[in-house]
């Protein structure tokens, strides 16, 4: 019966260290990777705040109809098929995409 007591405190004896050392490495690698964050500074430029730089609906229109009437001016495209249909292509999942954010 002796040796079953001292087995049983043994076993939890080195449980007991092994979660102790497991949680001072991953408190350890905490600390690390923070202080590491800190010290590293981003190579990313600020953007700001997406949401203030939206366009007003008439602004996005009046864009828009600018680039059109660009586009028909200098007639790029005007004979190539693919690119017509792929410019339609795309005008149709813009508009289908503005209808569903609009819900």
């Known amino acids: 019966m002796g040796k079953a007591v001292f087995r049983k405190?043994?076993?939890?004896?080195?449980?007991?260290?092994?979660?102790l050392g497991l949680a001072c490495g991953v408190t350890s690698a905490r600390s690390e990777a923070a202080s590491l964050a800190r010290a590293a500074p981003s190579a990313l430029p600020t953007l700001g705040d997406p949401s203030s730089e939206s366009l007003s609906p008439s602004t996005e229109r009046k864009l828009g109809e600018s680039i059109m009437r660009d586009i028909r001016r200098s007639?790029?495209?005007?004979?190539?098929l693919d690119v017509i249909a792929y410019?339609?292509?795309?005008?149709?999942?813009?508009?289908d995409a503005s209808k569903s954010g609009q819900d």
């Open 87 to 95: 410019l339609d292509a795309l005008g149709r999942r813009l508009i």
């Open 75 to 80: 007639q790029a495209g005007d004979e190539d």
């Open 9 to 19: 405190f043994l076993v939890r004896l080195v449980v007991s260290a092994l979660s």
